[in-house]
């Protein structure tokens, strides 16, 4: 299988702390939806951190696309991420002055990698992005409108599409619905899962509610996958 | 491109503190521009006050003096000299007029000029401008006339025909009148802005018709006082004068004739060029020209400041901005160029409106202050000492954005993707 992201003996702690992650062993194949379940202090925050470039492991290597992030320059890993990674935040992830469609053209401004993928696949970065809000059920009127007029679930799904536009191999999700009701969360998850479908892209879902899990390929539990945590509960066991 | 535009929506974003901010920075701007725009003309207005004179001779004392007293009728002259002395350099070959002045009344406040026709001829002020009847005429023959300066006329609502009470002295509450010769006013001069708004005019004649009968300083009592139609019959040559302007045949000859004069054997004369003598005096109020613009340059000081704590304070609302920026792909020094961009653009912002103020002002305040005060404030485009100092500002304005370009630079380091609110 062709693996997208590798952890070998990923290791990190704040300075002057206790390790936080200690995690031997993560794999995620291309083209996979994988549910991560973390419950808030089991240094999720901080993986999504090593895993995007942003910090750098204690010790370990982190790979993506076969290129060791630990490796990298700052600014070349802020580059790598750019280019390679889709983010969807809890909420509040658009830029409220912005209208919907320059929210979702925004990191084709920032990656001329994804830029060319946009502009390859659909004439233009402007077509890309009125193409994934179009598919995301966003319609042609409100994507001229400010983003913060938007509802929150309309708001998530064109966070999503700006994740997805000019083709990241990877889109890490953080809690993306955790603001929506039941009814919108999954609707919302079926768009994103065939939108990543369509862009050929990995999905890591970071969230805490379990009863989203059946609906991915793979489900894994950080606190089981971490063993800086493990030992933690051991000791307070 | 895209980082202007989205400096710009973000500014547009908080449009109102950004408004003040650039409303405060374009004030402080207008007030610099306005100080140094009045501080140069003041200079060009005072350097003018006289011109076309090369020469003003008075009694020996000291040329700032004799400037006060002559031009800008502050002051009074330490002694007189004589009329022969007057009537040696008039008649002299190098010189082609000369303008008798005397002084030492006055009226109601204003000082009262003893002179002759050739004044309304050869006193020139400014660029080379000659003395203007606004209505009226120059005095003439009889020596009971008077020729109002603007300020005079309109401060006092004196109209042609009128008469008038000289008093003896330049005391604004005389105790002792020229009440028994009241002269008659025949014109107007148009205003200059100049002291020679604020002087009535008289002739030679008229200031010894109405001190004929005076010893050493006292009116004549009873029989022994002359009516003003018996001193209108009398020799009225004067005696003495204060002092006299001469106009020469060419500049060359200035520097002997000073010389001439300063060594006349007849009595002890000084002679000045009122040019030289006006940079001496111009020196002496130089400290306080310079201490407004010194304060103006720290109002301008104090609105780069408010600009700063206006931005350095929407940093911790805007992390959150910064972060979805880094997440999208933004590197810090993205982060930072955005803020430093910010500070240029509301610099750049009130410059522009400050300008557009200051020009504002001129338009409506420049009437005004040439007729009160004989500033011209032309419609000009800034000079190379007020683009320097634009300049400065926009330099201050770029240092200043990089605190919080570096405050912002660090933070997105710090929180790195996470979203604070």
Same mark, same amino acid.
């Not at chain 2, 605190?403 to 997105?412: E, F, G, I, N, T």
């Given at each position: 299988? $062709? ?6 003996? @990923? ?24 549910? @991560? ?45 750019? $280019? ?10 658009? @830029? ?9 053209? @925004? ?131 | ?16 503190? =950004?408004?003040?901010? =650039? ?72 010189? *082609? ?14 000082? &009262? ?6 004044? !309304? ?22 020596? !009971? ?6 300020? &005079? ?34 014109? &107007? ?93 111009? *020196? ?10 010194? &304060? ?15 931005? +350095? ?27 430093? !961009? ?34 011209? +404030? ?44």
């Amino acid at each position: 299988m $062709n693996s997208l992201l590798e952890l070998d003996g @990923l290791g990190f702690a704040w300075p002057g702390q206790a390790e936080l992650l200690d995690i031997p062993e993560f794999r995620l194949v291309r083209g996979e939806t994988l549910f @991560l379940r973390g419950p808030s202090g089991s240094g999720k925050t901080t993986l999504l951190g090593l895993l995007g470039g942003v910090q750098r492991a204690s010790r370990g290597r982190v790979r993506l696309l076969e290129e060791d992030l630990g490796r990298l320059s700052s600014g070349a890993r802020d580059r790598f991420r750019a $280019n390679h990674i889709g983010y969807i935040f809890q909420q509040f992830n658009l @830029l409220p002055f912005l209208s919907v469609r320059e929210n979702v053209e @925004l990191p084709c401004r920032f990656s001329r990698l994804r830029a060319a993928h946009a502009c390859q696949r659909h004439g233009s970065v402007e077509k890309a992005a009125v193409t994934l809000l179009e598919h995301l059920g966003l319609s042609a009127e409100l994507q001229g409108r400010r983003a913060d007029s938007l509802s929150i679930g309309q708001q998530q799904r064109i966070a999503a599409a700006r994740a997805l536009i000019g083709q990241p191999e990877l889109v890490i999700a953080d809690e993306p619905t955790s603001a929506l009701d039941a009814d919108t969360r999954e609707a919302f998850l079926q768009l994103l899962f065939g939108e990543c479908r369509a862009a050929g892209a990995s999905l890591l879902f970071v969230s805490h509610d379990q009863s989203l899990a059946p609906l991915f390929d793979r489900s894994l539990s950080l606190v089981e996958l971490n063993r800086a945590h493990a030992e933690d509960h051991c000791n307070i066991l | 491109m895209h980082l202007l535009r989205l400096a710009l929506a973000s500014l547009a974003n908080r449009r109102f503190t =950004v408004l003040l901010t =650039v409303f405060a920075v374009a004030l402080s701007v207008t007030l610099l521009l306005a100080v140094e725009r009045i501080r140069s003309e003041a200079r060009v207005s005072f350097a003018s006050t006289i011109s076309g004179t090369d020469l003003v001779v008075g009694a020996r004392s000291g040329p700032v003096n004799l400037l006060l007293y002559s031009v800008f009728r502050i002051g009074n002259a330490t002694s007189n000299i004589r009329w022969d002395s007057f009537l040696h350099y008039a008649e002299h070959p190098r010189v *082609s007029w000369a303008i008798p002045l005397s002084l030492g009344d006055s009226h109601r406040g204003y000082r &009262v000029l003893g002179t002759n026709q050739v004044y !309304f001829e050869h006193y020139h002020y400014g660029h080379g401008q000659p003395l203007r009847l606004a209505e009226g005429r120059a005095f003439a023959d009889d020596p !009971f006339e008077v020729v109002l300066g603007a300020e &005079v006329a309109q401060a006092l609502h004196y109209r042609l025909g009128e008469h008038i009470v000289l008093a003896h002295g330049v005391a604004t509450v005389s105790l002792v009148q020229h009440d028994d010769k009241p002269f008659t006013v025949v014109g &107007v001069l148009a205003r200059t802005g100049t002291p020679v708004d604020r002087t009535l005019h008289i002739s030679l004649a008229g200031m010894e018709a109405i001190h004929i009968d005076w010893h050493s300083g006292m009116p004549a009592q009873g029989t022994a006082r002359i009516s003003a139609d018996e001193s209108r019959r009398r020799d009225l040559t004067p005696k003495a004068i204060t002092a006299f302007l001469l106009g020469l045949d060419s500049k060359i000859a200035t520097f002997t004739l000073q010389r001439e004069i300063n060594d006349y054997q007849g009595e002890p004369l000084l002679a000045i060029l009122p040019g030289v003598a006006l940079q001496e005096l111009w *020196s002496l109020m130089g400290t306080a020209e310079k201490a407004l613009f010194v &304060v103006s340059l720290f109002v301008v000081l104090t609105g780069l400041i408010g600009m700063l704590t206006a931005i +350095l304070a929407s940093l911790n609302e805007r992390r959150r901005e910064m972060a979805i920026l880094r997440s999208v792909g933004a590197r810090p020094w993205h982060i930072a160029g955005l803020l430093i !961009f910010e500070s240029t653009f509301l610099a750049l912002a009130g410059v522009s409106f400050g300008l557009a103020l200051l020009y504002f002002g001129i338009v409506i305040a420049r009437g005004y202050l040439q007729a009160n005060y004989g500033l011209y +404030l032309p419609l000009a485009w800034p000079n190379l000492h007020e683009w320097i100092l634009l300049g400065g500002i926009l330099l201050a304005a770029l240092l200043m954005g990089c605190l919080p370009a570096w405050r912002a630079y660090r933070q997105s380091l710090a929180d790195g993707l996470s979203i604070r609110l």
